[in-house]
């Protein structure tokens, strides 16, 4: 009971309380010089910026995105998407206060990388005294969902989409999984970036040739699904749900109800991927984090909403992977459940690399040894074969409950930073950018 009140309740109004501060302070600012925030987009660090915000992505994308959805449809109706929406606006600005802070804390090693995350700046916004316990309470932390949410969960989605469509064995999906990563792993962070390169577009772009393939067939049903997501927004049960659906399409409910992260907005984990870009700019490399939501939801989660409310498929049952499977070969027949349960797999791996990445920088924190990343290459291996053939139920309620605590002590340290980023976002739309460090 005390997790879903603390997930289910306390956390969706502090990220809504707090992404709602956020859009009122700095996100008027950048609203009011466009130019900036393209320039950011295109300008210096662009390079290294789309490597991070690729690295991140694959992180935040998952199969979230498909049984989140799927999920939300089902608890609220057509309308919860609006609150996907909604949610998503607040969430983008929260992705953009947590890199800003990220960024700006930041340390280079004797080597010239980046080291970074969220466990810095709350060490420094707690102070001297409950700063360096706070930052390696969350650090560690990190750490468990590492090997929770990024290993056991998205190995088990990965080898039930596997299994069921192509009929491999769970144990084979596991350790194929694991020894993928392990490799890449431990040829550091630079390999690791450019497998997410690589990947992430390839999977976004296999499972948006469906969707769109879906919506064009389904052409004439769009502006009825547009009108149902209008209609119902504000009934107060779809209302809830798409809320939570959002705040949840950070996690999958598989079985009765249980998820992993989709969209990590307010946990305080993808600035430790940003932290490797070379841009000079702070609120410029923040501005990567708006368009890192955009994508996640804004793009990809409204396609799987929009697929299910054209199918004709009935909004019933718990949701999850197996409604977007009916929907998707409702329209395109028995080749839509190959590409789907493909798009799993590749989305689990992509995640499964991002948090190996995270628990290998907060190893790198806790320790203070820079190739202590590659201490997570064999527990990454196990974690994957225990999750492809039996991934205890107890998991899910703990995944819930360590993303809580990482949150709360994430978002209490941007709130008590928030100058900090408005000073930065200030001095990024004065076009008087902070020179690198």
Same mark, same amino acid.
């Given at each position: 009971?005390?997790?879903?009140?603390?997930?289910?309740?306390?956390?969706?109004?502090?990220?809504?309380?707090?992404?709602?501060?956020?859009? *009122?302070?700095?996100?008027?600012?950048?609203?009011?010089?466009?130019?900036?925030?393209?320039?950011?987009?295109?300008?210096?660090?662009?390079?290294?910026?789309?490597? $991070?915000?690729?690295?991140?992505?694959? #992180?935040?994308?998952?199969?979230?995105?498909?049984?989140?959805?799927?999920?939300?449809?089902?608890? #609220?109706?057509?309308?919860?998407?609006?609150?996907?929406?909604?949610?998503?606006?607040?969430?983008?600005?929260? @992705?953009?206060?947590?890199?800003?802070?990220?960024?700006?804390?930041?340390?280079?090693?004797?080597?010239?990388?980046?080291?970074?995350?969220?466990?810095?700046?709350?060490?420094?916004?707690?102070?001297?005294?409950?700063?360096?316990?706070?930052?390696?309470?969350? /650090?560690?932390?990190?750490?468990?969902? $590492?090997?929770?949410?990024?290993?056991?969960?998205?190995?088990?989605?990965? =080898?039930?989409?596997?299994?069921?469509?192509?009929?491999?064995?769970?144990?084979?999906?596991?350790?194929?999984?694991?020894?993928?990563?392990?490799?890449?792993?431990?040829?550091?962070?630079? @390999?690791?970036?450019?497998?997410?390169?690589?990947?992430?577009?390839?999977?976004?772009?296999?499972?948006?040739?469906?969707?769109?393939?879906?919506?064009?067939?389904?052409?004439?049903?769009?502006?009825? $699904?547009?009108?149902?997501?209008?209609?119902?927004?504000?009934?107060?049960? =779809?209302?809830? =749900?798409?809320?939570?659906?959002?705040?949840?399409? @950070?996690?999958?409910?598989?079985?009765?109800?249980?998820?992993?992260?989709?969209?990590?907005?307010?946990?305080?984990?993808?600035?430790?991927?940003?932290?490797?870009?070379?841009?000079?700019?702070?609120?410029?490399?923040?501005?990567? #984090?708006?368009?890192?939501?955009?994508?996640?939801?804004?793009?990809?989660?409204?396609?799987?909403?929009?697929?299910?409310?054209?199918?004709?498929?009935?909004?019933?049952?718990?949701? #999850?992977?197996?409604?977007?499977?009916? $929907?998707?070969?409702?329209?395109?027949?028995?080749?839509?459940?190959?590409?789907?349960?493909?798009?799993?797999?590749?989305?689990?791996?992509?995640?499964?690399?991002?948090?190996?990445?995270?628990?290998?920088?907060?190893?790198?924190?806790?320790?203070?040894?820079?190739?202590?990343?590659?201490?997570?290459?064999?527990?990454?291996?196990?974690?994957?074969?225990?999750? /492809?053939?039996? *991934?205890?139920?107890?998991?899910?309620?703990?995944?819930?409950?360590?993303? *809580?605590?990482?949150?709360?002590?994430?978002?209490?340290?941007?709130?008590?930073?928030?100058?900090?980023?408005?000073?930065?976002?200030?001095?990024?739309?004065?076009?008087?950018?902070?020179?690198?460090?």
């Amino acid at each position: 009971m005390m997790i879903q009140i603390l997930s289910g309740v306390l956390l969706p109004l502090l990220l809504m309380g707090a992404g709602a501060w956020f859009v *009122a302070s700095v996100g008027g600012r950048l609203l009011c010089h466009p130019h900036r925030v393209w320039d950011a987009l295109r300008g210096q660090g662009g390079g290294s910026s789309a490597r $991070a915000l690729a690295v991140a992505l694959a #992180g935040t994308l998952g199969v979230g995105n498909i049984a989140g959805v799927a999920t939300a449809l089902v608890l #609220g109706g057509a309308g919860a998407v609006f609150w996907m929406w909604v949610s998503a606006l607040l969430a983008m600005l929260l @992705k953009y206060a947590e890199i800003v802070l990220a960024m700006r804390t930041r340390r280079a090693d004797g080597q010239g990388r980046f080291h970074g995350g969220a466990m810095h700046y709350i060490k420094v916004a707690f102070g001297q005294k409950a700063g360096a316990p706070m930052a390696a309470m969350f /650090a560690l932390l990190c750490l468990c969902c $590492a090997f929770t949410l990024g290993g056991v969960i998205q190995s088990s989605a990965a =080898a039930e989409a596997a299994c069921g469509v192509f009929d491999l064995p769970p144990l084979a999906v596991g350790v194929g999984m694991g020894i993928a990563a392990a490799l890449i792993l431990a040829c550091g962070s630079v @390999k690791l970036e450019r497998a997410c390169t690589l990947l992430v577009p390839a999977v976004c772009l296999l499972f948006s040739v469906a969707a769109v393939a879906v919506l064009v067939l389904r052409r004439q049903a769009l502006p009825s $699904a547009f009108a149902a997501i209008l209609q119902g927004a504000f009934q107060p049960f =779809a209302a809830g =749900a798409g809320v939570v659906g959002f705040l949840t399409s @950070k996690a999958l409910r598989y079985g009765v109800a249980r998820g992993l992260v989709s969209n990590e907005a307010g946990c305080g984990t993808a600035p430790i991927a940003h932290i490797a870009a070379e841009n000079r700019s702070p609120a410029a490399q923040g501005v990567w #984090g708006i368009l890192e939501v955009f994508v996640d939801t804004i793009l990809l989660c409204t396609m799987t909403a929009l697929v299910i409310l054209v199918s004709g498929v009935p909004l019933s049952g718990e949701g #999850g992977v197996m409604l977007a499977v009916e $929907a998707f070969s409702a329209v395109l027949g028995r080749a839509a459940a190959p590409v789907l349960a493909l798009s799993v797999l590749l989305f689990a791996f992509a995640t499964l690399l991002c948090w190996s990445h995270y628990g290998g920088e907060c190893l790198i924190y806790l320790t203070g040894k820079p190739r202590a990343a590659r201490w997570m290459s064999l527990p990454v291996l196990l974690s994957s074969i225990i999750g /492809a053939v039996a *991934a205890p139920a107890i998991l899910w309620e703990l995944t819930d409950l360590i993303l *809580a605590l990482m949150a709360i002590l994430n978002i209490t340290a941007l709130l008590i930073c928030r100058r900090a980023v408005g000073e930065e976002t200030k001095l990024f739309c004065d076009d008087r950018g902070r020179t690198g460090r």
